[in-house]
């Protein structure tokens, strides 16, 4: 199973991205899909996820309103559209994908088994 993230780029303040994380390999049925992010030296943190089970939407507080996760079964692509970007949401995005995410564990990384490489996003001031 292999997970890659595309998207990212330089972008000003206001301004929007959409990142794409497509999956190939192996056919696995995902109980939660998820993207995270790691800014210049901090730890790495939850951001969005996507439960299979009734399509439920997660949001760290800070994008809320802001981001939204989705995902196009048919092209095996999750997707997360930034818009309002602002210079701290600045970090490398990862996409994860999981087999047997369970709720308490959707804004974890543990609660994940695959990830993808990466995309960088900058956010000028």
């Known amino acids: 199973v292999q997970l890659q993230a595309s998207g990212g780029g330089f972008v000003q303040t206001g301004g929007s991205l959409r990142l794409s994380c497509t999956t190939s390999?192996?056919?696995?049925?995902?109980?939660?899909m998820g993207w995270f992010r790691q800014a210049p030296g901090k730890d790495r943190e939850f951001v969005a996820a996507l439960r299979r089970s009734g399509g439920y939407t997660y949001y760290e507080d800070s994008v809320k309103g802001r981001f939204t996760i989705s995902k196009d079964s048919a092209k095996n692509t999750l997707y997360l559209q930034m818009n309002s970007l602002k210079p701290e949401d600045t970090a490398v995005y990862f996409c994860a994908a999981g087999v047997g995410t369970i709720l308490s564990s959707i804004r974890i990384q543990r609660g994940y088994d695959y990830w993808g490489q990466g995309t960088k996003v900058t956010v000028s001031s």
């Open positions: 390999g192996r056919a696995v049925s995902y109980a939660a």
